[in-house]
């Protein structure tokens, strides 16, 4: 069937942040999953000072799709543009730009532009593609402007750190444990209960209780996509009030030293629930300092038990 004709959409939102850092959040692609709401995981294949190709996972209508995109940067016009390299019915293909436009009184207006063609021209196919631009794109802006409106660095509320844990064991039997998160309540004590469901192959469904080192019992619900034997990337779609946005990856990774594998975290900070939280007084600093100490012990604690159980049936 032939392609369609092109059609374009438009979303903006006025900021209480300058320009700059506003480009910047939306500039580091790897901080999407935590910041917006439909991103899953990023995974980088080029990048070069102006210009980055990589394949993003997201939810499009409720369901996790993937494609490769291109991007180019403007850092002096504060404008980043970018295309879909192949992209998926029903859409035939897909780009746009993100501009900032410097407004009185340390503002910015975000314009958020998309171009695409459909497979068919069926207003139904372009109702769909145009409705969950509608619903994604105005998401994203809030999303942005959330972030950047707290009057805090963006840094010190969007961070990322890691853990790594060798292992004397090949890397398989590892990215087993990990894939088969259905076992972790008989095998991982900060682990009270799992409901893992696999809606295609590759694209989990995971909700855990856990239970942190003061005894706060917290409920998750995640996304994750797993790319076999390397890799599990997952977001975050329920998240403790401290956390406005956690995604995470797992990767598996054989060495000269012998085979590694890393938990990186990557979380957006809720400054106004920090002192409800963990009481009054509490500085972000020691919000950070918190948050980090908290996830990466259950990571560690994880990473212990797959190198661990490396001798364990793997299953499936």
Same mark, same amino acid.
């Given at each position: 069937?032939?392609?369609?004709?092109?059609?374009? #959409?438009?979303?903006?939102?006025?900021?209480?942040?300058?320009?700059?850092?506003?480009?910047?959040?939306?500039?580091?692609?790897?901080?999407?999953?935590?910041?917006?709401?439909?991103?899953?995981?990023?995974?980088?294949?080029?990048?070069?000072?102006?210009?980055?190709?990589?394949?993003?996972?997201? =939810?499009?209508?409720?369901?996790?799709?993937?494609?490769?995109?291109?991007?180019?940067?403007?850092?002096?016009?504060?404008?980043?543009?970018?295309?879909?390299?192949?992209?998926?019915?029903?859409?035939?293909?897909?780009?746009?730009?993100?501009?900032?436009?410097?407004?009185?009184?340390?503002?910015?207006?975000?314009?958020?532009?998309?171009?695409?063609?459909?497979?068919?021209?069926?207003?139904? #196919?372009?109702?769909?593609?145009?409705?969950?631009? $509608?619903?994604?794109?105005?998401?994203?802006?809030?999303?942005?402007?959330?972030?950047?409106?707290?009057?805090?660095?963006?840094?010190?509320?969007?961070?990322?750190?890691?853990?790594?844990?060798?292992?004397?064991?090949?890397?398989?039997?590892?990215?087993?444990?990990?894939?088969?998160?259905?076992?972790?309540?008989?095998?991982?004590?900060?682990?009270?209960?799992?409901?893992?469901?696999?809606?295609?192959?590759?694209?989990?469904?995971?909700?855990?209780?856990?239970?942190?080192? $003061?005894?706060?019992?917290?409920?998750?619900?995640?996304?994750?996509?797993?790319?076999?034997?390397?890799?599990?990337?997952?977001?975050?779609?329920?998240?403790?009030?401290?956390?406005?946005?956690?995604?995470?990856?797992? #990767?598996?990774?054989?060495?000269?030293?012998?085979?590694?594998?890393?938990?990186?975290?990557?979380?957006?900070?809720?400054?106004?629930?920090?002192?409800?939280? =963990?009481?009054?007084?509490?500085? =972000?600093?020691?919000?950070?300092?918190?948050?980090?100490?908290?996830?990466?012990?259950?990571?560690?604690?994880? =990473?212990?038990?797959?190198?661990?159980?490396?001798?364990?049936?793997?299953?499936?």
């Amino acid at each position: 069937m032939a392609e369609g004709r092109q059609h374009s #959409t438009e979303h903006t939102v006025v900021v209480a942040a300058p320009p700059h850092v506003l480009y910047e959040l939306v500039a580091d692609v790897t901080c999407w999953p935590a910041v917006f709401g439909p991103s899953v995981h990023v995974h980088h294949l080029e990048r070069a000072e102006r210009a980055e190709r990589f394949r993003i996972w997201a =939810l499009v209508g409720g369901q996790v799709t993937s494609w490769v995109s291109r991007r180019t940067f403007d850092p002096e016009g504060l404008r980043i543009t970018f295309r879909q390299e192949h992209s998926r019915p029903p859409i035939a293909s897909m780009g746009g730009e993100w501009l900032f436009r410097s407004l009185h009184g340390d503002r910015t207006e975000i314009v958020l532009r998309h171009d695409f063609t459909a497979v068919d021209d069926a207003p139904e #196919t372009v109702r769909w593609i145009s409705e969950a631009l $509608d619903r994604n794109s105005p998401e994203e802006l809030q999303a942005l402007a959330r972030t950047a409106e707290f009057g805090h660095p963006a840094a010190d509320v969007v961070f990322s750190f890691t853990d790594t844990v060798r292992l004397a064991t090949d890397v398989k039997s590892a990215y087993d444990f990990v894939y088969r998160a259905d076992r972790w309540a008989g095998l991982l004590p900060h682990v009270s209960r799992v409901r893992l469901t696999e809606t295609e192959p590759g694209v989990q469904e995971l909700e855990m209780d856990t239970v942190t080192s $003061d005894g706060a019992a917290h409920t998750t619900s995640s996304v994750r996509v797993c790319e076999s034997g390397q890799w599990i990337a997952y977001k975050q779609r329920r998240t403790p009030k401290l956390l406005l946005g956690h995604s995470g990856l797992w #990767t598996f990774a054989y060495g000269p030293d012998g085979s590694a594998v890393t938990a990186r975290h990557t979380v957006v900070l809720n400054p106004a629930a920090v002192e409800e939280v =963990l009481g009054a007084g509490t500085t =972000l600093a020691e919000a950070r300092a918190h948050v980090r100490d908290a996830l990466g012990r259950n990571s560690r604690t994880t =990473l212990a038990a797959a190198a661990g159980n490396a001798d364990a049936p793997a299953g499936r």
